[in-house]
């Protein structure tokens, strides 16, 4: 098993900044690719960025240019930067993990954008 553990998110302002990290612990080993999804309520969950142990990176088009992934290989930890945040960022983010074709998630934190 992998435990995520999030933090980061909040209330902030158009235009604002915010980080969210997710550090992975328990069974990392063979631990691929690591991202960051979001959820509206009513909608489906979506992927937001996610980079790979070789650090290729991958984002989705509403965020590129604003949103940087970036992770640690020695402390397993996956962050994501997001800046010039928008009202349409706000959702529920969840780190994901990807070990051996299985799929394991954080509990998620809220982002909130106010216009």
């Known amino acids: 098993q992998v435990q995520l553990v999030e933090s980061g998110g909040g209330l902030v302002q158009a235009g604002g900044s915010l980080r969210l990290s997710c550090a992975a612990s328990?069974?990392?080993?063979?631990?691929?690719?690591m991202g960051w999804y979001r959820q509206i309520p009513g909608k489906q969950r979506e992927l937001v960025a996610s980079i790979t142990s070789g650090l290729s990176r991958n984002y989705v088009d509403s965020v590129k240019g604003r949103f940087t992934i970036s992770r640690d290989n020695a402390k397993n930890t996956v962050t994501l930067q997001m800046n010039s945040l928008k009202p349409e960022d706000t959702a529920v983010y969840y780190c994901n993990v990807k070990r051996y074709a299985m799929d394991y998630w954080g509990k998620g934190t809220l982002v909130t954008v106010s216009s």
């Open positions: 328990g069974n990392i080993f063979g631990v691929d690719v």
